[in-house]
């Protein structure tokens, strides 16, 4: 179902794009999600692919059929008699270049328990993990995606596993038919890969006497989070590894949440990686509206719109829509970043109607205030951009639809496009959701039940719960929606040498990496903090490994990252914009002023 965002909203794990999956089964759907096998596919896939090879012999893999009927409803949970902790172990090798990597994938459950040996969920999750070659122990990095709502296997089959689904990304060439391929860029020479389904996506479900919806909360779903981690560690003996932390989109605001619960609890953190984030919901006017339906969320509207404008003139010089072109992605996001701050004041005047006229909502506030074709026309010079692209952005209609008259632009990446006749988005409004859903969802039906060797016959796996996000609880921290910088700073604080690293898409249209570094730079005024921050930006949407040139410097990053290498390119604390002038310290949680629904 796709959800109206002026209703709610989907601070990613990419609940849009996993709409119409329907039922898959676990075999299907999990096999697919991590790729491979050497059988019958689909003819475009099997024309494609670059299966990965066996590295052992045959015997030495252990297939596993779990015939427990786990449910993903609000209401269930299995009783803990049907708990158990069966994987399957399949072993395949890697190559990419003169490099060749034996490694072995580990698909079932584990059970996450509170600290008095309690059972909360019985977790699932797919592990890549290869053989230490210096004698120390590999790093071991926990992935999930957000939604909330959302399974890990956005991650699994687009990112770091090793095989990807290959999409021409921004383009549909070929599309739906888009390869399933051995992943160059994959990370199973750097660290081993954990990607976990928080409970109620996947096959993970609570235990009796919780339910589903137990944990269908941002603090509810840290502590389970925490607990499947920490039963990992101890049972694959892992205390002495290095520990990360990778989350993408509301996998962000869960991972500072996340990194503070762990610190305290003793697990300490080598690293967290932040993809796409949305630290602070509070910040993004938009989504604070949508989530809470009130006014009390246009408290920082101008930040917002100002925020989202860098991300917006990427998209449009894109399509050329920016005079003189730009020299560089990076040399034009200063230049909009300049412009927007020189700008803040007059752009207050327009941001809660522009905010309201994003989520559908034009004349929440009366009528609706615009600037003026002189007004326009005065930014030109300043920004670079046509009138166009202004009044497009400056328009009682969400952008996604005014930057090309008679076109629609993807909000996950604005520089994926369809013109407004295209049948397909009648089902879909957001062509960066139809460049990939039936293609993944392809991939996922085909695949190979022999790559991971587990199956579940009574169970349906499930990419996204529709039903989670509209039970969410976003409250955190005494407020209605996360501010996670005051957790980010609590973790630093309890681990000064936590590495973080913020990975972000100069065309992701839902969330725009200067909000991200208008957040971050909230740490700057913390005396005496010394963080070891380093913030990135590449090409791309909010998938941001989807496009080939992306994907390559974000795996040559995360190389620099794992070796506590600083990375060439990367803004640090120090360098990052200043904090705008109305955001809390990092210390302080953002308050919304309560207010009535409207």
């Known amino acids: 179902m796709k959800t109206n965002r002026s209703k709610i909203a989907h601070p990613r794990g990419l609940p849009g794009r996993l709409a119409g999956f329907g039922a898959l089964t ?31 012999a045959a015997d030495a893999n252990q297939p596993y059929t779990d015939q427990v009927a786990y449910s993903m409803n609000a209401g269930d949970s299995l009783d803990p008699s049907q708990v158990n902790e069966g994987a399957a172990v399949m072993h395949y090798q890697w190559s990419a270049g003169s490099t060749t990597v034996n490694y072995t994938t580990t698909t079932g459950h584990l059970t996450a328990s509170d600290a008095n040996g309690n059972p909360e969920a019985s977790m699932s999750y797919v592990a890549y993990t290869a053989p230490s070659t210096n004698g120390k122990p590999r790093p071991v ?26 999409t021409p990304d921004p383009l549909l060439t070929n599309w739906p038919n888009f390869p399933l391929v051995n992943n160059a860029q994959s990370l199973i020479a750097t660290t081993d890969m954990v990607f976990i389904d928080p409970p109620g996506t996947g096959l993970s479900e609570a235990v009796s006497p919780n339910t589903n919806q137990s944990f269908w909360g941002c603090d509810q779903d840290v502590t389970v989070m925490r607990d499947f981690i920490r039963r990992y560690i101890a049972a694959n003996n892992l205390s002495g590894s290095p520990l990360y932390l990778y ?34 919901y509070f910040a993004d006017a ?8 009130s006014t009390s969320g246009l408290a920082l509207a101008t930040d917002t719109l100002s925020g989202y404008f860098p991300g917006y003139a990427e998209v449009a010089a894109y399509f050329n829509q920016v005079s003189p072109a730009p ?18 004041n007059s752009f207050g005047a327009y941001s809660q109607s522009w905010t309201l006229s994003q989520i559908g909502d034009p004349n929440g506030l009366g009528s609706p205030r615009l600037p003026s074709r002189s007004t326009l026309q005065s930014w030109e010079s300043g920004s670079s951009l046509t009138y166009q ?3 497009g952005y400056f328009s009682t209609t969400p952008f996604q639809t005014t930057l090309l008259p008679g076109t629609t632009i993807g909000r996950y990446d604005g520089r994926v496009s369809l013109p407004n006749s295209d049948s397909r988005l009648q089902n879909d409004g957001d062509p960066s959701d139809i460049l990939i859903s039936q ?24 990419p996204l719960n529709d039903s989670i996000i509209g039970s969410w609880d976003f409250s955190h921290a005494g407020q209605a929606l996360p501010d996670t910088i005051p957790d980010l700073l609590g973790a630093l604080q309890l681990n000064p040498s936590l590495k973080v690293l ?11 990496f200067f909000n991200t570094e208008k957040q971050l730079a909230r740490l700057q005024t913390v005396q005496n903090l010394n963080a070891n921050l380093q913030v990135t930006s590449y090409q791309g949407g909010h998938m941001v490994y989807l496009d080939d040139t992306a994907r390559a410097q974000v795996k040559s990053d995360l190389d620099n990252y794992f070796a506590g290498t600083p990375i060439p390119t990367a803004l640090t604390l120090s360098t990052l914009p200043a904090a705008w002038a109305d955001e809390s310290p990092a210390g302080t949680p953002t308050v919304m002023a309560q207010a009535s629904k409207r």
């Open 26 to 56: 676990f075999g299907a759907l999990l096999l697919a999600a991590c790729g491979g096998g050497n059988g019958a596919a689909s003819s475009a896939t099997a024309a494609n692919a670059q299966q990965p090879s066996r590295a052992k």
């Open 141 to 166: 990095t926990f992935f999930y995606n957000g939604g909330p709502g959302s399974s890990s296997v956005w991650l699994r089959l687009g990112s770091f596993a090793p095989t990807r689904v290959a």
């Open 247 to 280: 989350g993408e989109s509301y996998g962000t605001p869960r991972t500072d949440m996340l990194a503070l619960s762990l610190e305290t609890a003793g697990v300490p953190l080598t690293g967290i990686v932040l993809q796409s984030a949305i630290l602070n």
């Open 286 to 293: 938009t989504e604070a509206v949508a989530v809470t339906q």
């Open 327 to 344: 020299a560089s992605q990076a040399q034009y996001a200063q230049q909009m970043e300049n412009f927007v701050t020189a700008k803040y």
């Open 389 to 391: 692209a202004l009044k």
């Open 439 to 462: 293609p993944f969802t392809t991939t996922l039906q085909t695949q190979l039940p022999d790559y991971l060797g587990y199956s579940a016959p009574n169970a349906t796996y499930t």
């Open 502 to 512: 913020s990975i972000n898409g100069y065309h992701d249209l839902a969330t725009p």
